[in-house]
């Protein structure tokens, strides 16, 4: 498609809707460097938690290697795309390490420039310790 576009005649309505080769090249560079960082991320951080999570690396290491064993077409050596699909263990792990560690939430950086005041402050109850 960029390629596609870099080939176009430039419209003369608008001159800058051709892409050069730079530009091609600049871009595609973006697309592999933002997607191996945020795949390198979610996998460091899988496991991480695997990690200190020693019950669910076991149980996630049980179910690859049924499926790696009950694998009809791994006579090459590895799982099919659809194998790997079929893995609904290793598809909620996944989806943990996302939710604590979301790829997005390292590119967007919020911070509060104003105080609100449409909650009420809470109110903090002290608890009696009976003796």
Known sequence: MMIDAMKEKPREENPTSVLDEDMVVATALVLLVAGYETTANTLSF???ELAKNTDIQES???EVDE???S???NSQG????????GMTYLDMV???????YPAAAT???RECASRTTNCP?????SRKVRS
Do not use: C, F, M, W
Request: cysteine-free; glycine content about 6%; aromatic content about 6%.
């Open 67 to 69: 499926a790696y064993g």
């Open 71 to 73: 694998d009809s077409n």
């Open 107 to 109: 590119a967007i950086v």
């Open 94 to 100: 996944v989806h943990e390490a996302l939710r604590l």
């Open 78 to 85: 590895g799982l099919t795309y659809s194998t790997v699909q």
């Open 121 to 125: 402050k809470p109110r903090l109850r």
């Open 46 to 48: 899988l496991l991480l």
């Open 60 to 62: 996630l290491r049980i």
